[in-house]
Nanobody, 128 residues
Framework: QVQLVESGGGSVQSGGSLRLSCTAS????????MGWFRQAPGKEREGVSC????????YYADSVKGRFTISRDNAKNTMYLHMNSLKPEDTAMYYC?????????????????????WGQGTQVTVSS
């Protein structure tokens, strides 16, 4: 079965940094686009960032652009999210996702419905 397992969450102060990791199994990793979503209690789910199969194309939500960096290592079946300059509004459960390749997109693929597989989530808490 497909499994996506996140790690690296935790509690940090405003301005701090974290690196999240997602390791996949049960799928052909380099034939899947990957991404990160987040959800805070009482808030709608938000697409944070996503990355193409080869890693050559990336997308970011405006709220994290310039602070977060997504990457992947296909030899290790692992995707990363480097988060810098963290703010309290970044506090959320962060989910790793996998889905179809990006083919002729006209907009950023940051809608959750396009991704078929979801991890269990890892909590990120940023205090002021």
């Amino acid at each position: 079965q497909v499994q996506l397992v996140e790690s690296g969450g935790g509690s940090v102060q405003s301005g701090g940094s974290l690196r999240l990791s997602c390791t996949a199994s049960g799928l052909t990793f380099d034939n899947n686009a990957m991404g990160w979503f987040r959800q805070a209690p009482g808030k709608e789910r938000e697409g944070v960032s996503c990355i193409s199969r080869s890693g050559g194309t990336t997308y970011y939500a405006d709220s994290v652009k310039g602070r977060f960096t997504i990457s992947r290592d296909n030899a290790k079946n692992t995707m990363y999210l480097h988060m810098n300059s963290l703010k309290p509004e970044d506090t959320a459960m962060y989910y790793c996702v996998a889905g179809p390749p990006f083919l002729g997109l006209r907009h950023a693929p940051l809608e959750g419905g396009r991704y078929n597989y979801w991890g269990q989530g890892t909590q990120v808490t940023v205090s002021s």
